[in-house]
C-alpha cells in the first residue's frame, strides 16, 4: 500500500515556442501531484485544458505529449519509472514541458485515447502472468475482473485494484512453489529496456537482487567501479533481497518490476 500511495509533484509548463501570438503573456504553470505508478497521459487532461486557450490550432482531439531535458516522455511508461530514469537529481517539483504540436513520431507511440492505455496495462499483466504463473491466473478472470483491475488503477482505488491482483500474486510457501519467472524491466537512458527470463529460485535458493544484475547488468554491481545505482520505485533495495520478494511488494499494477540503472548523480530523493 505504501508504494500505491507514493506521489511525485509536477511542474506542467507549456512549450514557449507554441504559445500563440494573441496572447499577451504564457499561461501560468499547472501542478499537480501525480501517483508514482499510473501513466502521464491518464493524469493530465486538466493539464490539457489548462494549456489549450493558449494554443493556435488546438481542439479537444490534439494529442498533447511531455518532454523533460529535451526527451520525449514515453506515456508507456509508468510515472515513477520515468522520473527514476530521467530525473537526474532534478528538485521537486519535477519540471516537464507540454507540446501540442511537432509530435515526435520516431520516438513516441500515439496515444489518442484512455482505450489505447487501458489496452496497453492489461497486455502488460497478461504478459506478467505468462511469466508467473503460465497465464493460469490471468486466463481465469472475468470481465468483470479485469475491469476492477483497469479501474483501480485510473481512479485510484487501492482496494478494488488489490482484491483482484493478489491473485496475481498468489504462490505457495516453499520455493518450489514461486513464480515460474520474475517479470522483470531493465532502464538504463538513451537505451532499450532489456526483459530477460529469470527464475527466482536455483535450486530451492532464493536469488537476489545481486543474482539477477550479475547475470544480466554486472556494471551496476558497486564492484564494478562503474558508479551505477540501482533504482525500483525511487528506493535503491539492498543488493541481498529477494528478487521473489521484490515482485511481490516492490511490482507495478502491470505486474513487472521495473529496475532503472542510474548514475550516482540521477538518484531522486522522495
Known sequence: REIWDGKIPIRFELDTNEVSVTEAQPPDPFFLLVPRLS???LVTEKVKRHFQRAVDNSDSSTEIWFEFDGQPLKWHLPIGVLFDLHSCNTPLPWSVIVHFHRFPEKELL??????????HFMSTIKEADCLKHRAQVVN??????????WTGLKNDRFDLF??????????????SDSFRAVPVRIYQSDQPFMQPFFKPVDDDRMLTLRDFLAANIPDALPESGM??????????PPL??????????????????????????SVPSL
Open 162 to 175: 488489490w482484491n483482484v491482483n493478489k491473485r496475481l500474486m498468489a504462490h505457495g510457501p516453499s520455493p
Open 140 to 149: 481465469s478472470m472475468t470481465k468483470r475482473d479485469h475491469s476492477h483491475l
Open 227 to 236: 558508479d551505477l545505482r540501482v533504482v525500483i520505485n525511487g528506493i535503491e
Open 240 to 265: 541481498d533481497s529477494s528478487m521473489h520478494w521484490l515482485s511481490e511488494h516492490l511490482s507495478h499494477p502491470d505486474n513487472f518490476l521495473h529496475i532503472c540503472v542510474v548514475g550516482t548523480d
Open 110 to 119: 500515439h496515444c489518442l485515447g484512455e482505450e489505447v492505455i487501458e489496452a
Open 39 to 41: 501513466y502521464i497521459t
